[in-house]
């Protein structure tokens, strides 16, 4: 059974950088890819960026381009989120998720919808004050 486990979020004003992480344990993980989505009350889920396990490719919504980076360890099997210039609106729940593994997905290259994701993690707090 996979188990994702975020970590690093907090309260930063304004301009700060925060850094959040993603350990995936599991007898065997394995995904063809892994993302951020983020959540405030009374909202959808909102993708953030994804990143494909083989290759490193990644992919960023908009409003976070420039800004936040997607990364991950595959010796660690953590994905990682730095997020630099961080805004008011960044505020939100934010979650870690994970697709099945490569030989079973059969969804976009890129997956940014929640339902192209098997897994979740639990989300942490990130809250940025004006």
């Known amino acids: 059974q996979v188990q994702l486990v975020e970590s690093g979020g907090g309260l930063v004003q304004t301009g700060d950088s925060l850094k959040l992480s993603c350990a995936a344990s599991?007898?065997?993980?394995?995904?063809?890819?892994m993302g951020w989505f983020r959540q405030v009350p009374g909202k959808e889920r909102e993708f953030v960026a994804t990143i494909r396990w083989s290759g490193g490719h990644t992919d960023y919504a908009d409003s976070v381009k420039g800004r936040f980076t997607i990364s991950r360890d595959s010796a660690k099997n953590t994905v990682y989120l730095q997020m630099n210039s961080l805004k008011p609106e960044d505020t939100a729940v934010y979650y870690c998720a994970a697709t099945v593994p490569a030989i079973y997905y059969t969804g976009s290259s890129y997956p940014q919808h929640p339902r192209e994701y098997a897994h979740w993690g639990q989300g942490t707090q990130v809250t940025v004050s004006a």
């Open positions: 599991g007898r065997t993980f394995s995904s063809y890819a």
